[in-house]
């Protein structure tokens, strides 16, 4: 069985604003202080000792969040383009209470995040397109490491669409996940059937 063991970046401050992050990568979106701690907690208590690679998002926070869960292991880090965050298109870098005010019909009003239709309006990266790269990423991993646990470091989308390919979900049935929380899906290299152990785990609970 291939392991994949997920992570979401550390905090950044436009996370705290709620800022539409998106690909955008300025020193806005990298790691705040809060989220350098959860990084570091994170590594105190992740165990490493069994991955093979580690693998990471282009974008700054994804790849400070990786270097810092690797500091004990010093395992191989692979930098991903399949692995970068949603682009929201003419929406990056806007706040999503705006957005939601001034485009009702494109959010989910119990969780106040966009629709699939967002992508039209925004000239956004759909929702189909993450999992589809999410799904092609899955697949050279699984045939290339078929009995290895891997750690990816990447996005809240992004993490969401790893655990939507497994369940086979649509939309955004699946809730965004915690910063620095941890998902994992095990896959069966023959068949390539996978499986949800757990989503969005922290080191640290908060109930």
């Known amino acids: 069985m291939t392991e994949l063991?997920?992570?979401?970046?550390?905090?950044?401050?436009?996370?705290?604003?709620?800022?539409?992050?998106g690909t955008?990568?300025?020193?806005?979106t990298y790691l705040s202080p809060v989220g350098k701690q959860?990084?570091?907690?994170?590594?105190?208590?992740?165990?490493?000792?069994?991955?093979?690679?580690i693998f990471v998002s282009p974008l700054?926070?994804?790849?400070?969040?990786?270097?810092?869960l690797n500091q004990t292991a010093q395992l191989p880090i692979e930098i991903d383009d399949r692995l970068k965050e949603i682009s929201y298109g003419d929406w990056d870098g806007q706040l999503n209470q705006e957005l939601e005010a001034q485009?009702?019909?494109?959010?989910?009003?119990?969780?106040?995040?966009?629709?699939?239709?967002?992508?039209?309006?925004?000239?956004?990266e759909s929702f189909t397109a993450v999992q589809a790269?999410?799904?092609?990423?899955?697949?050279?991993v699984v045939k290339k490491y078929p009995d290895d646990q891997l750690l990816i470091v990447t996005h809240g989308f992004t993490v969401r669409s790893f655990a939507a390919n497994a369940v086979g979900c649509q939309?955004?049935?699946?809730?965004?996940?915690?910063?620095?929380?941890?998902t994992k899906i095990v896959i069966d290299p023959q068949t390539f059937e996978q499986h949800l152990v757990y989503y969005s785990r922290l080191a640290v609970p908060e109930f």
Not at 60 to 68: F, G, K
């Open 133 to 140: 790269r999410v799904a092609d990423f899955t697949t050279a």
């Open 60 to 68: 700054t926070r994804a790849q400070e969040t990786a270097a810092m």
């Open 38 to 53: 959860q990084a570091q907690t994170l590594a105190e208590k992740l165990d490493l000792s069994q991955t093979k690679q």
């Open 171 to 182: 939309e955004l049935e699946i809730l965004e996940p915690a910063n620095c929380s941890v």
């Open 24 to 28: 955008i990568n300025t020193p806005a």
């Open 103 to 124: 485009y009702p019909d494109h959010f989910y009003k119990r969780i106040h995040d966009v629709r699939p239709s967002y992508a039209q309006v925004a000239h956004g």
């Open 5 to 21: 063991l997920i992570v979401r970046h550390g905090q950044t401050s436009l996370n705290v604003k709620g800022v539409k992050q």
